[in-house]
Nanobody, 122 residues
């Protein structure tokens, strides 16, 4: 099993920044592929950033260069640096891991964290 623990969420104003972290524990050899997803109230979960096959990250269209995902393999930690935040970025942000495909489709991941709340006010 894999446990994922997100942190770093909070409340910011439009234009602000946050850095999310996700620490993996347990069977970390299963976390080759990791990604970030988010879900706003009343909306479906959508992919924010996910591993590509060459271990680079792909991003949702709404990111538009504002977010950067990275991974520290030694610490089994995934990061998401979010800049120029907007009210529409408000939601619960989830870390995901596992599977053999990566990318932005949530059904390809086997393990999920509890989420960290991001709230952006205008």
């Amino acid at each position: 099993q894999v446990q994922l623990a997100e942190s770093g969420g909070g409340s910011v104003q439009t234009g602000g920044s946050l850095r999310l972290s996700c620490v993996a524990s347990g069977e970390t050899y299963r976390t080759q592929y990791m990604g970030w997803f988010r879900q706003a109230p009343g909306k479906e979960r959508e992919g924010v950033a996910g591993h590509d096959s060459d271990e680079k990250f792909s991003y949702g269209d709404f990111v538009k260069g504002r977010f950067t995902a990275s991974k520290d393999y030694a610490k089994h930690t995934l990061y998401l640096q979010m800049n120029d935040l907007r009210p529409e970025d408000t939601g619960m942000y989830y870390c995901a891991a596992g599977g053999i495909l990566g990318g932005l489709a949530h059904h390809t991941y086997n393990y999920w964290g509890q989420g960290t709340q991001v709230t952006v006010s205008s």
